[in-house]
């Protein structure tokens, strides 16, 4: 089992940004994931990173959120720009354990979860 730790959240102003990060256990050859989870909402995938697949977005964030991943330091990175109050969740990392080279944002497509870290927007 892949231990996530997530860093980096806080409470920002509408229209900034925040870097969160992801620092597993292991090595992370496989697909990783950003997802994100409001009270009362359902949760949302984000964003996912696979070394040989490359990038997937969900439409909502594209263009204002990038992930990427730093092999080296087993750590993944979520950047978010223009901030708005909607972003407003737990944003939790995951991380599939097959190498299969399928890169979702679908939750059950992931076997191990991080605890999150909370992100509040203010308008």
């Known amino acids: 089992q892949v231990r996530l730790v997530e860093s980096g959240g806080g409470s920002v102003q509408a229209g900034g940004s925040l870097r969160l990060s992801c620092t597993a256990s292991d090595h992370t050859f496989r697909a990783m994931g950003w997802f994100r989870q409001a009270p009362g909402k359902e949760r949302e995938g984000v964003a996912c990173?696979?070394?040989?697949?490359?990038?997937t977005y969900a439409d909502s964030v594209k263009g204002r959120f990038t992930i990427s991943k730093d092999n080296a330091k087993k750590t993944l990175y979520l950047q978010i720009n223009s901030l708005k109050p909607d972003d407003t969740a737990m944003y939790l990392c995951a991380a599939r354990r097959s190498s299969d080279g399928i890169c979702t944002t679908f939750a059950h497509d992931y076997d191990d979860w991080g605890q999150g870290t909370q992100v509040t927007i203010s308008s």
């Open positions: 990173a696979h070394r040989r697949i490359g990038t």
